[in-house]
């Protein structure tokens, strides 16, 4: 009699969950709620340069508000600092900077759609 009860729950509310579970990890790939960064988007910039270790550019600047990797032949990662005034972007290879690209303006942090 309990293994149809756990059974029925699991049918009934498995899905529900399962559901929540995928939309939390697609809210995370896409960068809702990342943080604004403190500072402005020109001192961030002053801070790293092009051939930096990930170590030194997270000591000078923190964590990233968002970042993503792909591995293959070699690690490629993308990182974007945001700022109140501007996003910087650093395209890194393992784990050494090769370009740095900054967008000034408000940045777009995209927000959740899930209902409270």
């Given at each position: 009699?309990?293994?149809?009860?756990?059974?029925?729950?699991?049918?009934?509310?498995?899905?529900?969950?399962?559901?929540?579970?995928?939309?939390?990890?697609?809210?995370?790939?896409?960068?809702?709620?990342?943080?604004?960064?403190?500072?402005?988007?020109?001192?961030?910039?002053?801070?790293?340069?092009?051939?930096?270790?990930?170590?030194?550019?997270?000591?000078?600047?923190?964590?990233?508000?968002?970042?993503?990797?792909?591995?293959?032949?070699?690690?490629?990662?993308?990182?974007?600092?945001?700022?109140?005034?501007?996003?910087?972007?650093?395209?890194?290879?393992?784990?050494?900077?090769?370009?740095?690209?900054?967008?000034?303006?408000?940045?777009?942090?995209p927000t959740s759609r899930r209902p409270l």
């Amino acid at each position: 009699m309990a293994s149809a009860f756990v059974l029925a729950a699991v049918i009934g509310l498995g899905p529900g969950w399962w559901e929540r579970h995928l939309y939390r990890q697609t809210e995370a790939l896409t960068g809702v709620g990342s943080k604004v960064q403190p500072g402005t988007l020109t001192d961030a910039r002053r801070k790293v340069d092009p051939g930096r270790s990930s170590q030194q550019i997270v000591a000078a600047l923190g964590d990233p508000s968002f970042s993503q990797s792909s591995l293959g032949s070699s690690r490629h990662d993308l990182w974007a600092y945001y700022y109140a005034d501007g996003t910087m972007t650093l395209t890194l290879t393992d784990g050494i900077a090769q370009r740095i690209s900054m967008a000034y303006g408000p940045p777009f942090i995209p927000t959740s759609r899930r209902p409270l």
